[in-house]
């Protein structure tokens, strides 16, 4: 029942709806009181029957009391001082269940992989109420004070980027309602300039503890340089480091890639890890805080916004983040069916609420310099900065793995680049999972065969990293050494043991294990390295790519043959 008790998601709500919100979960509360009340009266019934045939080994028969109110009028002819127990067991039920449950229960949620958020249930489930997260928050200040978005100062400040990556960025900022939103500066040591594009979305359709304003400012910026940030919110200045990524290999790049994180002790460990890795970019694909879609699960959020920033502090400045869906950001299956379809401003998931990551098009197919509205945010994502070019893609959710839109927008975007990219991509549910059962995710699977797989070794990207398992993975090198990598187990609970699946075979598997882990990416002028970490920097797999016959993107690339030579890319004709 604990899913029924849920809340539609509102992106807007007025008094009245809100009231009436309020209302109907009261009189749901109410009814699954009267039920348990309900219940224990036939309790009450039986434990009075067998203290009867204990003690004067007299049974009440059964069948001439068929009902509630002939097994109470029974136990009332038993005389007084047998009811006198009863009376104070009913009074404590009385109390347990209409009283200390209905309470206990309110606004119930359940928000995987978050251990700090209520009872645990099945393992990886925590069973929250606004009963367990308030008690579990106040003790918390500074999460408590990042909910409450109070305190005179930003409660969240973060980077996500829109698709001309190299050059400009988003600049989050959670504030509370109650103040002017806040000023920004940037300085890049020689000039300082204040911010004057943003946009404000009001969070209003969450719990009223947690209500706030979303501020998002559009940063333009030069390649490989440091920025100081000064925001000015409600008498109090906060200032932060922001790096660009550097825009060519004259040094390393170094950015991280990983899914399936939740709030749990694992994640927290491996952020405190990648923000000593200090890298360029960090890539999330999907399944980010298991919040299911549900408004009251933004405390999920508020907690991984936290550490996101704990780990930008070990860094030294903030790094971007670039987030893929997954089924536990827009719902709780691992299918499309009951997925966010986008367009409806009542029905949008916490996921494109939180993280802006496009510019929207004109009618004129022009980008606006300005972050997309929640209902025109996208999964389909492209991000490009120096070198590198990241392609987020959706296994279903929005676009399925053979919707013309997702394959053209991958084919459209690989042809328009210019010469020397590095390409990645990422999505969620994997095309070669190395574990676990696929029965649900055949479909997806094959769809992803027959329509992704030749599009990623066909415009040589160098990998594609893949989630939803839970697992540790790494295929072997596909045509012009495409690598796959998953699968998805930043933080989550791990399956016990990994069963090779029958969807891959062994001869496509070069690794895989049941571990925690993140994939640190390396690029230099001659190669890339993937490394597989732990919280601890435990190395637990490593593979090493040439990187000169990935850098030819060109139209013309099958024409062409690639030869490395000494870390010179040399391109001559067949």
């Known amino acids: 029942f604990f899913l029924m008790i849920r809340r539609p998601p509102r992106s807007t709500q007025s008094r009245s709806s809100a009231a009436s919100d309020v209302y109907k979960r009261q009189l749901i509360h109410n009814a699954l009181s009267s039920f348990l009340v309900f219940l224990s009266l036939i309790a009450f019934g039986i434990y009075e029957l067998l203290l009867s045939s204990k003690e004067d080994n007299s049974y009440i028969p059964l069948e001439n009391n068929p009902g509630i109110g002939l097994t109470l009028k029974a136990l009332l002819e038993h005389g007084w001082r047998k009811r006198k127990p009863l009376l104070g067991f009913l009074a404590a039920s009385f109390v347990v269940c209409c009283l200390i449950l209905p309470v206990e229960t309110f606004d119930l949620r359940i928000c995987g992989h978050n251990e700090?958020?209520?009872s645990d249930l099945l393992a990886k489930y925590s069973v929250t109420s606004r009963s367990t997260r308030l008690s579990k928050f106040y003790p918390d200040r500074d999460?408590?004070?990042s909910i409450l978005c109070g305190g005179g100062a930003p409660c969240h400040v973060y980077v996500t980027l829109p698709q001309l990556a190299g050059k400009y960025a988003f600049l989050n900022v959670h504030t509370t309602l109650d103040f002017a939103k806040p000023t920004v500066t940037v300085d890049d040591g020689t000039t300082s300039s204040p911010v004057t594009i943003s946009k404000t979305f009001r969070l209003e359709h969450v719990e009223p503890a947690a209500r706030r304003a979303h501020h998002v400012y559009l940063l333009t910026l030069d390649e490989g340089k440091t920025y100081n940030i000064q925001i000015n919110y409600g008498g109090v200045r906060v200032t932060k480091v922001y790096k660009?990524?550097?825009k060519d290999l004259s040094e390393n790049i170094i950015f991280v890639a990983g899914g399936d994180v939740g709030n749990t002790q694992a994640s927290s460990s491996l952020f405190q890890t990648v923000g000593k890795r200090a890298p360029s970019v960090v890539l999330i694909g999907g399944d980010i805080t298991y919040d299911n879609a549900m408004p009251s699960c933004i405390y999920t959020f508020d907690e991984f916004l936290l550490t996101v920033q704990q780990a930008q502090a070990k860094a030294g400045f903030m790094f971007p983040i670039i987030l893929a869906v997954g089924n536990h950001d827009v719902g709780v299956n691992a299918l499309a069916e009951k997925a966010f379809k986008g367009g409806n401003p009542e029905d949008i998931p916490l996921y494109f609420h939180i993280f802006p990551q496009n510019f929207p098009l004109n009618e004129g197919g022009v980008y606006l310099l300005e972050p997309a509205e929640p209902s025109k945010r996208t999964t389909l994502l492209y991000h490009s900065f120096g070198p590198l070019s990241f392609f987020t893609l959706d296994m279903g959710y929005l676009y399925t793995p053979a919707d013309p839109i997702q394959t053209s927008f991958i084919q459209n975007t690989a042809n328009s680049e210019s010469p020397g990219k590095v390409r990645f991509a990422q999505y969620?549910?994997?095309?070669?999972?190395?574990?676990g059962r696929t029965k649900?995710?055949?479909?997806l699977i094959d769809q992803a065969k027959q329509n992704l797989l030749p599009l990623f070794t066909q415009n040589r990207f160098a990998a594609v990293f893949e989630n939803?398992?839970?697992y540790l993975k790494r295929t072997k090198p596909?045509?012009?050494g495409t690598v796959l990598l998953g699968d998805g187990a930043w933080g989550v609970h791990l399956p016990h043991k990994c069963r090779i699946n029958n969807d891959s075979p062994p001869?496509?598997?070069?690794h895989y294990d049941s571990v925690n882990h993140v994939w640190v990416i390396t690029l230099n002028r001659t190669h890339v390295v993937y490394e597989a970490i732990t919280a601890d920097s435990e190395l637990l797999d490593r593979y090493v790519q040439p990187i000169s016959c990935l850098l030819y993107t060109s139209d013309a690339a099958d024409d062409l043959l690639c030869v490395d030579l000494g870390g010179r890319r040399i391109i001559k004709k067949k």
Not at 440 to 443: A, F, I, P, V
């Open 116 to 118: 700090r958020f209520g």
């Open 143 to 145: 999460l408590f004070n």
């Open 244 to 246: 660009t990524p550097p």
């Open 428 to 435: 969620h549910n994997p095309i070669y999972p190395s574990c």
């Open 440 to 443: 649900k995710e055949g479909s």
């Open 468 to 470: 939803h398992f839970h």
């Open 478 to 480: 596909f045509e012009n």
């Open 507 to 510: 001869e496509n598997i070069a």
